[in-house]
């Protein structure tokens, strides 16, 4: 919990000074002009989407392989009490 903490603190203090900066950023206003802008959100964009497609197919499998893993248990524990009887 106390490096979570610390993780936490020193990325918003990084925001904080990003977020400072008074001066105009010359690389962002020449693709505003140049209309390479969308480029880059496209670029972003799509990364963002595989990223979250990865995600939710990893999220399937490991459903997929928990309840198959719970029926498995299901049945040992009913073939024992068979056994049992």
Known sequence: MKKITILFLLLLSAITS??????EIDMADTL???GKIWVVVA???VSFAGLA???I???RKLKRMERIQNEN???KSVNYKIKIL
């Open 53 to 55: 497609i990865y995600m």
């Open 18 to 23: 990003f977020g400072q900066s008074g001066q």
């Open 32 to 34: 505003r002009k140049d």
């Open 73 to 75: 248990e299901q049945n």
């Open 43 to 45: 670029t972003i964009a």
């Open 57 to 59: 197919r990893i999220d």
